[in-house]
Nanobody
Framework: QLQASGGGVVQAGGSLRLSCTAS??????????VAWFRKAAGKEREAVAS????????WYADDVQGRFTLACDSENDAVYLQMDNLKPEDTAVYYC???????????????????WGRGTLVTVSS
């Protein structure tokens, strides 16, 4: 199982760091990607960022490029999503997810991901 944490309420321009941890497998040295998706009210779930910890390859959606940063932490077996210069449109429930399908760097269609965290709410006020 995956667990996402670190959400909260922040003003526009602020920062948050989300954490993703796993309880039954190793996350931070995975050769499959760990991705973050978000679901805003009234919108479809969308991929935000993806990382393959073994190679440190990353992908970011255009609207978060330069503001969000992924990192793998082998000591704590976690994947972090550092979110800076947050905007009200970043408000959403954020989910971390991964798979064992040997697909490489994502993002992949959400049905390819086997494990999903419960999600953590990020609210950015204007």
């Amino acid at each position: 199982q995956l667990q996402a944490s670190g959400g909260g309420v922040v003003q526009a321009g602020g920062s948050l760091r989300l954490s993703c941890t796993a309880s039954e497998f190793t996350l931070s040295t995975n050769t499959d990607d760990v991705a973050w998706f978000r679901k805003a009210a009234g919108k479809e779930r969308e991929a935000v960022a993806s990382i393959v910890c073994a190679s440190e390859d990353t992908w970011y959606a255009d609207d978060v490029q330069g503001r969000f940063t992924l990192a793998c932490d082998s000591e704590n077996d976690a994947v972090y999503l550092q979110m800076d210069n947050l905007k009200p449109e970043d408000t959403a429930v954020y989910y971390c997810t991964t798979h064992d399908n040997a697909l490489g760097l994502g993002p992949h269609p959400d049905y390819e991901y086997n494990w999903w965290g419960r999600g953590t709410l990020v609210t950015v006020s204007s």
